[in-house]
Nanobody, 126 residues
Framework: VQLQASGGGLVQSGGSLRLSCAAS????????MGWFRQAPGKDREFIAV????????DYADSVKGRFTISRDNAKRTVYLQMNNLKPEDAAVYYC????????????????????WGQGTQVTVSS
């Protein structure tokens, strides 16, 4: 199983980035997909999750209204559109996959996830 995150970079405060996470080696449509981030010296933080069907989402309060998670099961890819970025959004962003059968829990807990990508760095200048 491989989750390949991309799209990070340096952006000015107020700017936008779109992260992508391409999955291989798993049946993508059987997994809820989440995005987490980790800043230096801090714990890994839940950002957003989307159900395996794409019909349900959940967001951390810190990003609600600014970030949008979406997925394309045909392309086996999950996206995170990040708008109005702030310096406190700077972190390494990780995608993760949580296998769900006949249901979707849209978990916020890192330990619930089965597979993780390698992370992509997002830097926001003020």
């Amino acid at each position: 199983v491989q989750l390949q995150a991309s799209g990070g970079g340096l952006v000015q405060s107020g700017g936008s980035l779109r992260l992508s996470c391409a999955a291989s080696g798993l049946i993508f449509s059987q997994y809820d997909m989440g995005w987490f981030r980790q800043a230096p010296g801090k714990d890994r933080e839940f950002i957003a999750v989307i159900s395996w069907s794409g019909t349900g989402t959940d967001y951390a309060d810190s990003v609600k209204g600014r970030f949008t998670i979406s997925r394309d099961n045909a392309k086996r890819t999950v996206y995170l559109q990040m708008n109005n970025l702030k310096p406190e959004d700077a972190a390494v962003y990780y995608c993760a996959a949580d296998r769900q059968v006949l249901t979707s829990r849209k978990s916020r807990l890192p330990d619930d996830y089965d597979y993780w990508g390698q992370g992509t760095q997002v830097t926001v200048s003020s």
